[in-house]
């Protein structure tokens, strides 16, 4: 009936009048936030499938720079050229350019999707090990919600650094 977000934005709301109330008679909610961006750029595990994924696709990287190399200098050649090229040779020229730029195209169009696939996989295995360590904080000092990205939050509720560290001891 309701969209994910307008559900988010009362769970939130409800929280937070759930903590004034609960403040005022109790020893209140203790909430904490992760920021999952400072997560993926920052923690050792996102670090190492960086490395991981740089040296993955080195191989295929280097490939496309060599193609297109070639393709720009098979540009310069047939533009410096042109004018002294026979009709034949001119066309056989810009018939292997034409059939490298649709290489090179296929080549990054492939190596783009498989990139994005693999740092999807990676991503979603640093979140995994990243919310273990997030509920061992948790657990280990009582905090009753943790929220990861949210539109606003205050600095001391940030709990980021802990998060990094733990997954640095790791």
Request: charged residues 35%.
């Amino acid at each position: 009936m309701y969209s994910p977000k307008i559900k988010f934005a009362i769970a939130l709301i409800a929280a937070f009048l759930f903590l004034r109330v609960e403040g005022s008679y109790g020893e209140g909610l203790k909430i904490g936030f992760v920021s999952t961006d400072r997560v993926f750029k920052e923690s050792q595990p996102a670090i190492q499938s960086q490395e991981k994924l740089q040296k993955e696709f080195a191989e295929r990287e280097q490939e496309i720079r060599a193609k297109n190399e070639s393709a720009r200098a098979l540009q310069q050649k047939l533009s410096k050229e042109e004018l002294t090229m026979s009709e034949a040779d001119r066309r056989k020229v810009e018939s292997e350019l034409a059939s490298l730029s649709r290489d090179l195209q296929r080549l990054q169009r492939e190596f783009r999707e498989e990139l994005n696939l693999r740092k999807n996989e990676e991503m979603k295995l640093v979140l995994e090990i990243a919310n273990k360590a997030i509920f061992k904080i948790a657990e280990e000092e009582n905090y009753d919600l943790i929220l990861q990205d949210a539109v606003y939050r205050s600095p001391r509720l940030d709990i980021t650094e802990k998060v990094i560290e733990v997954l640095r001891k790791r």
